[in-house]
């Protein structure tokens, strides 16, 4: 991506943080980055664009960056370390008309995270495919609910220490859901 490209995102960030998203206009954008209008549709058809690109450019940056999976609850702190640093930026999305498409990559790092400690923790070992396509629904939406309610509360609560207190109460749960979906090897 050029840099004036990633200038202009990281601008729409930076509105998005300050601001409701249907009150920024591609003028508030250009003048926070220092670039004309032409720059802007040279990159961007509209603001609905940008919003798209910017989205999948966070989902595919929270995806990359992500370290290795020790437990599941290291999967649900990591999702709301991240969520929580955009947190207006991201409470303004899901209150946006672009609602829909943010929940649905939202839903997709959900599901990357979730599957990447299922896959770094089982290794070489089979899985019962139906039972382990449920527990990474399960988790998934577990994930993704308790963010859902964050924002749907005005991410009025801490996210990191709500994800950190709910997993102590939980802790060895998704452990033990894990091994039910492990063939004995035995049975291999």
């Given amino acids: 991506m050029n840099r004036t490209k990633h200038e202009i995102i990281v601008a729409f960030w930076q509105l998005l943080e300050k601001k409701p998203y249907n009150k920024i206009t591609v003028q508030d954008i250009v003048d926070h980055c220092h670039v004309n209008r032409n720059t802007f549709y040279y990159h961007f058809q509209d603001i609905p664009s940008l919003t798209e690109w910017s989205v999948e450019t966070w989902s595919d940056e929270v995806i990359k960056n992500q370290v290795v999976f020790e437990s599941l609850e290291h999967c649900i702190i990591y999702m709301a370390e991240e969520c929580m640093k955009r947190k207006k930026a991201l409470l303004h999305l899901y209150r946006s008309s672009k609602k829909d498409y943010f929940l649905g990559y939202l839903n997709k790092v959900g599901n990357h995270v979730i599957c990447t400690y299922i896959e770094n923790r089982t290794g070489n070992m089979s899985l019962i495919e139906n039972k382990a396509e449920c527990l990474i629904r399960y988790y998934k939406c577990i994930l993704i609910g308790i963010i859902l309610d964050w924002m749907e509360n005005d991410a009025s ?12 109460l939980f802790s060895g749960s998704g452990e033990k859901a894990l ?4 063939i004995p090897q035995d049975k291999c």
């Fill in 157 to 168: 609560y801490d996210l990191i220490e709500f994800c950190q207190e709910s997993c102590e």
């Fill in 179 to 182: 091994l039910k979906c492990i």
